[in-house]
């Protein structure tokens, strides 16, 4: 890692009951007290919950994310939730996952207007990008990745470049325990940073680019050393603090 502030995100999915998101909540709060100053701590946090976990966190660093956005303000679109429903509560959305990519369809359209849409209303958009092992396989990863930063970044200016955090999730390490080398999640970085650079240089350099795929205590280190990885988003680990807390550590060095 560099200068550069690293974050550590949680993705809880559609995990934890009430009493144990709230539970989880607070000791994940006292994490991101302790390492406020060196590093941001975050959850994103399933729709009901929100409110309830940004009211009871508001005065501590905890970072409140949501795992989704619409692209649309207001209006006849059942399920969806706004950008501005989300802003009061939420200073990230998780934009792009590979979940909603292939389980809901969502092309590198849906996801630009996603982005401009949580920018819009002064989210940091974390937009989630990644091969799948048979695009990795064809040896494909650098085209994709680079098709779907270019999409969601080339309409950008500066200052919007400046609020983004960029995940590289490669598909086939969410959920599955298995990891990118570091090395290749270094290579990856590097590229995403020189793409956005084509868009701004200078705000390329500040962007946190952050490493996502069966990210634990054990694995973390291995990444947070590499010069353009800047933390990481964490799914399964994210839903105890104990699993949770050792990734943190590993940020703080
Ligand atoms: C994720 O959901 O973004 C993720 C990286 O999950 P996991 O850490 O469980 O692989």
Known sequence: MTDRMPYILGNWKMNLDIETAMSVAADVADIANDAAADVGVGL????PWIPLIASEHAESNLLIGAQDVSPEES????????AGMLAPWCTFVIIGHSERR????????????KLAAALAHGMAPVLCVGETQAQRDAGLTMDVVSDQVRSASTHLGGVELRSLLVAYEP?????TGLTAEPTDAQAVAAHIRQVLGTVDIEAAASVPI?????V???NADAYFACPDVDGALVGGASLSADAFLPIVRAALG
């Open 44 to 47: 994103a946090i399933p729709y």
């Open 75 to 82: 209006g006849a679109f059942t399920g969806d939730v706004s």
């Open 102 to 113: 292939s389980i809901h369809g969502e092309s590198n359209a849906l996801v630009r207007a």
């Open 171 to 175: 598909v086939w390490a969410i959920g």
């Open 210 to 214: 952050l490493y996502g795929g069966s």
């Open 216 to 218: 634990n205590g054990d």
